[in-house]
């Protein structure tokens, strides 16, 4: 079945830090890919998505690539900031369809 | 205003007792969707229901009910309940359930059951 593997457990960052977190996926065909993020007491929010080779992502600061010949889609972001903390999510969305397949999460820890 | 509404937010229960879970959207979107979080496992896909017809159910057991009764509500029953259920459990809703739509999510409903 379809799967996403990601960056697990803790990220923890300084200020004006350069963020990284990897995603790869398992889909056969186009999935759609996406980036969520989600902060305490609330549900997933979209960042963004993307959903056809080399195209690019950004809301915020971030900014992901679709990749399908590493199937990935790397979340970055040049300069973190303390209100970027929250945990980050990569999912994907199979061909023609709905059902998001999600990452285990990155918990991104920002301190000034 | 808060587009998803959940209710109740938290929720305590004892195994074998039955509970509703209640999602209302305000977005007028046609499609809904119902998603768990548990210590154990990532976000996983529930339900999705559109134009208030069951679209798929991943759930292995029949103890979890999707309920609508409006375009705009998707609830979610839940019988017999075990430890294991515990979760939050998580409303979406969508424009339209195909081509991979941007999906909005609720607040949650965190679910503990003795």
């Known amino acids: 079945g379809d799967s996403v593997t990601q960056t697990e457990g803790q990220v923890a960052l300084s200020e004006e830090d350069f963020l990284t977190i990897h995603c790869n996926y398992s889909?056969?065909?186009?999935?759609?890919l996406f980036w969520y993020v989600q902060y305490p007491g609330e549900g997933p929010q979209l960042l963004f998505r993307?959903?056809?080779?080399?195209e690019k992502g950004s809301s915020r600061g971030f900014e992901a690539t679709y990749d399908k010949g590493t199937t990935s889609f790397h979340l970055r972001k040049a300069s973190v900031q303390e209100s970027d903390s929250a945990v980050y999510y990569c999912a994907l969305s199979p061909d023609s369809n709905y059902k998001l397949t999600f990452g285990k999460g990155t918990l991104l820890t920002v301190t000034p | 205003d808060p587009k998803i509404i959940q209710k109740p937010k938290y929720l305590v229960a004892v195994t074998g007792s039955e509970k509703i879970l209640i999602c209302e959207q305000y977005?007028?979107?046609?499609?809904m969707y119902w998603y768990r979080q548990s210590a154990k496992k990532p976000l996983e896909f529930m339900f999705s229901y559109s134009y208030q017809k069951l679209m798929d159910n991943q759930t292995a057991s029949s103890r979890f009910q999707p309920q609508s009764s409006k375009k705009n509500h998707l609830d979610l029953q839940i019988t017999a309940l075990k430890p294991d259920d515990s979760a939050t459990y998580f409303c979406?809703?969508?424009?339209?359930?195909?081509?991979?739509?941007?999906?909005?999510f609720g607040p949650g409903t965190r679910l503990t059951v003795l």
């Open positions: 993307a959903s056809r080779d080399k």
């Open positions: 979406a809703s969508s424009q339209e359930s195909g081509g991979a739509p941007e999906q909005y």
């Open positions: 889909a056969s065909g186009y999935p759609t």
């Open positions: 977005l007028g979107h046609n499609a």
